[in-house]
């Protein structure tokens, strides 16, 4: 999504307050994603975080308040 936005790592880096090459390898799979970030880059890209990870093919987010 990252690219699709044209962002750089840098931009999303800095709103995630985390370094660069953190995110970095977070991308290129060095590294697990935290709950947390995954949970912030839902909320950035308005997406849920089953999108991020390729569980589902809906970018919508989820409704608020919906039971498991």
């Known amino acids: 999504m990252r690219e699709d936005n044209d962002l750089s790592q840098k931009v999303i880096a800095a709103q995630l307050?985390?370094?660069q090459t953190t995110y970095s390898d977070y991308e290129l799979g060095k590294l697990n994603i935290p709950m947390d970030i995954l949970d912030q880059l839902a909320t950035y890209y308005?997406?849920?975080v089953d999108y991020l990870l390729h569980r589902t093919d809906e970018p919508k987010p989820y409704p608020k308040g919906r039971d498991i």
């Open 17 to 19: 307050k985390i370094h």
């Open 46 to 48: 308005a997406t849920s």
